[in-house]
């Protein structure tokens, strides 16, 4: 199972990741022998410390004394040398499979349709991507080695206490009976607070990336202030809720030492009074303190690891639950490829209707056939389906109903990258990623050359601001383009599409961030590139329309209307008043009209159009 697939976990989330730890078995066991070996010699230390003492002090004889002394610096080298393999051997594993479910993570996360962004914000994702997987980052490279070293060592100080002697051992194994309790009790808490507190922290991220995104707007409000309270609120939730997740681990912190060394001062008071009484040897008993000091401390620091457990078993669960959700999207089980030069498109009756607004239909039984080459322009009012066509088109959500077919294949049984391949598109939001304008045109085929994406720039009507730019093709465009104007943005969109050269092309509202003068060059750029090439456009401004093979007017969901910018003049009711909503408006005498925009053509048509209606 690939762990991009992982089910939802019914054990420990933690054991959930093994698919991430497998591919690295053999460094895992490197690992392991190294724990064992660094374990073995720090429980040979003590019986070093007996035998120094009984039989070293105890004869005072130099050659023993010097004997024991080698051999405790012998251990010494051992532990070095182990505990020094185990940091290098888990630490890269935790950084290696923290690379890993990060990239598992991100890779499921850009498979998933817009119905997933719909409901859940992208700062949650990061949060994940981030703060969450650095957690499962320390528990790997950190405390589960940590965990099992001082579980070893708990277990082989007990061991050794119970040789050296069962009586006193048996009152510190009673002991830490009784310790193992709080442990269990405070540890399911700690990993609901931290799961709770990993959500806070995930919330506040998420608020931050909304707002820095949107911050001309927040300052052009003067909504600084109020964005500061929100986030301030929302920092503040997470820390409370981490405030108690602190407390609960201090206090098992706090139980756990208390109990321990409580029992082991007990114990070492019983001890002394047998030395006295010649139970035991002093060797002996350096020995059991020793044991009974190794044990305590791997037990106190057991209890701390466990703490880091659950907090990352907390990190992990919500890590899951993004890996276990599927896009309602998904590849076709079998496959159909597209020809070579696909070519005609057909809406059957689709009928669709947004996850978020499911009694709202965003189509209904709509039915369009656009032949192969021919250039067809979607009109209508906002919310009348035409963006959602091409939503459906790209499969970025299916239908509920219907069938959308590219060269009489079915959309559905056309694997999700070639359909995208065989499709460019221009949204009415250009994106422009932080990188060169190198980088953002050669985004629509990135072995590009530098010929082709100039060439592009030219036909996009791009080329002679990007030359006046300080690096030219090189310049850095920052976030989200913000060095460029709205109109030079979508030009750069505009020549990424030209670039990528596909058969089909959808263009939503291409040039509305155009200036007139832009507009007539980027148009004539458009219609060289949709030449020969199955094209949508979507567009409010009909002035950029008339030249189409066919008009398309939609409303509510609906064909209402089709034909060229004449006959829709005279035909359609709907499309005569966008017209002359958009090409005319009352002059202050309310007899006249002047143009708002569009050719002296029609203007004409608009009036003989108004006149009728």
Known sequence: MSPAALPPSRVSPLFALLPFLRPYAARWAVAFLALLTSAGATLALPVAFKYLIDRGFASGEHAHIDRYFIALFILSLVLAGATALRFYCVSWLGERVTADIRRAVYDHATKMSPEFYETTQTGEVLSRLTTDTTLIQTVVGTSLSLGLRNSLLTFGGLAMLVITSPVLSGYIIATLIVVVA?????????????????????????LAGEVLNAMPTVQSYTQEAHESRRFEGAVEAAFDTALIRIRARAGLTAVVIAFVFAAVVFVLWLGA????????????????????????????????????????????????????MRSPVAEPDTTIPLPRHAEGIR????????????????????????????????????????????????????????NIFISGVPTRQVSLAELRKTIGVVMQESVIFSGSVLDNIRYGKLDATLQEVQRAAEMAAAADFINQLPQGYDTYLGERGVRLSGGQRQRIAIARAILKDPPILLLDEATSALDAASERLVQTALNNAAHNRTTLVIAHRLATVQQADRIVVLDQG????????????????????????????????????????????????????????
């Not at 709202?360 to 919310?383: C, D």
């Open 273 to 324: 009074k047998a030395v006295l009484a010649g139970e035991m040897t002093a060797g002996q008993l350096s020995q059991f303190i020793l044991y009974a000091v190794f044990t305590a401390g791997a037990v106190g620091a057991v209890a701390e690891v466990w703490g880091d457990l659950q907090r990352a078993a907390g990190a992990a669960e919500r890590l899951l639950q993004l890996l276990a």
């Open 182 to 206: 709080p442990i269990v009790i405070f540890g399911r808490q700690v990993r609901r607070l931290s799961r709770d507190s990993q959500a806070k922290v995930a919330s506040a991220s998420a």
């Open 558 to 613: 609906r064909i209402v209307a089709q034909g060229r910018h004449a006959e829709l003049l005279e035909h359609s009711p709907l499309y005569a008043r966008l017209a002359a909503l958009q090409f005319y408006e009352p002059s202050p005498g309310g007899r006249d009209a002047h143009r708002v925009e569009q050719s002296r053509p029609c203007q004409v048509a608009a009036r003989s159009s108004d006149a009728k209606t």
């Open 347 to 402: 809406f059957e009756n689709v009928s669709f209707s947004y996850p978020s607004r499911p009694g709202i239909s965003a189509l209904s039984g709509f039915t369009l056939e656009v032949g192969p080459g021919e250039h067809v322009a979607l009109v209508g009012p906002s919310g009348a389906g035409k963006t959602t066509l091409f939503q459906l088109l790209l499969r970025f959500y299916d239908s509920q109903s219907g």
